[in-house]
């Protein structure tokens, strides 16, 4: 297939030198950059906030996936949208009001998508997928890089693929937690659209290459 999107997640970059990090991304063929916000409430870590986002937006030249693992992501949709954000992704596990959040973000012009933990079942979303740009099924339990893939996510992709067909819906099925050269193809094969990659990317001596292998999973 050759419609694989790869969205590298910078959270495993060197910190010290972000330009050198991002430099490499915007040269490669991936298609997102993805950006892992954490509130040390909603998952027990603690990321970066918006003066490392509004530093690293202005270099990307990859459209900004960003993944809120905040508790009220609501609070800060005109925030992110004036990042020149593409895609808002929040957690189903932190918006007892999901219906008005998704409808706030695509308001505010950007593409919506829901986030769901290991342990949320995909059913969750039968009656918000239609409104949906865009489905991130956690591979990992959210709050590190570098966790062991949850083969069971394999399962959960064949199913949202039913419930989207089912559905008449047409969001994007992304991938986060343990994607590498090995869980790649496993994940291509099974029907998802999109790969986030952390440590697979950023611990690489050459990333450009990984990422050039990953997008022919
Ligand atoms: C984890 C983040 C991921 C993380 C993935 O909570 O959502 O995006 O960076 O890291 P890897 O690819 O190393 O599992
Ligand atoms: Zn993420």
Redesign the pocket.
Known sequence: RNDLKIAP?L??ANFANLEKDLDQINRSEADWL?L?VMDGVF?PNISFGFPVLKAVAAISKKPLDM?L?IVNPDKFISQIRDLGTMMMNVHYEACPHLHRVIQQIKEAGMKAAVTLNPATPVAMLSDIIQDLDMVLL?S?N??????EFIPHTLNKIRELRELRARSGSNALIEI????NLQTAPLLSEAGADVL?????VFKAPDMIEVIHQLKNA
Do not use: I, N, T
Not at 176 to 179: E, L
Not at 196 to 200: K, P, T
């Open positions: 997640s959270l495993s993805h892992d998952v993944h693992m956690m990992v959210p709050g590190f890089g570098g966790q986060d937690g343990g994607v986030v990659a952390g440590s697979a």
